[in-house]
């Protein structure tokens, strides 16, 4: 399920909150309205956590972004979570092509963020998490993100963004 949406001018300059450049998540602003301005560019069925991932990027960064390049600054990647919808047998249901079929609302909202003025331990990006009513995750933790996307360096630590642009170029 790909959606071409190209209406977000601006998007990098509203997310990075004014300040001294430090990177931190509190340094990210929740991406309003990107569900329908940003590109979704795929959809992830986790069957054994009975969740689906719509993953989705900014527009000027997929319009900049080139395969087997870095990815360009002020790139926002953003996962948003939601439980899959079950059956009264508790096991995930699915659409007409075999789908998990997501729930709304969204249960949780995780951003990527690049910032060449970043200096973080992956490059230049930095990581937020949101609930689903755009307040931050104040109990959360980052390591898990830093240490996970480390062995992505190859791919500007990404997974799945950096892959997309690579396979669209075939």
Known sequence: MRRLAYACGGAFAALVLAGPA???PERIAYPEGYAE????????????????????????AHEAAEAG????????LIMEDHDAELGADENA???EEGRLIPQDPATNLFVM?????WETANGN??????????????????????????N???RDFTFTYWKFVADQAR
């Open 93 to 95: 249901l699915r659409d």
């Open 69 to 76: 390049g870095p990815l360009p600054d002020g790139t926002i």
């Open 22 to 24: 430090a990177a931190g």
């Open 125 to 150: 990006w930095e990581y937020a998490w949101f609930n689903p009513d755009g307040t931050r995750r104040e109990d959360a933790s980052f390591d898990g993100c830093f240490s996970c996307h480390a």
């Open 152 to 154: 992505r360096a190859e």
């Open 37 to 60: 301005e940003f590109v979704n560019y795929l959809d992830v069925d986790h069957i054994q956590r009975k969740r689906v991932r719509k993953m989705y990027v900014n527009p000027e």
């Open 113 to 117: 963020l690049k910032n060449a003025e």
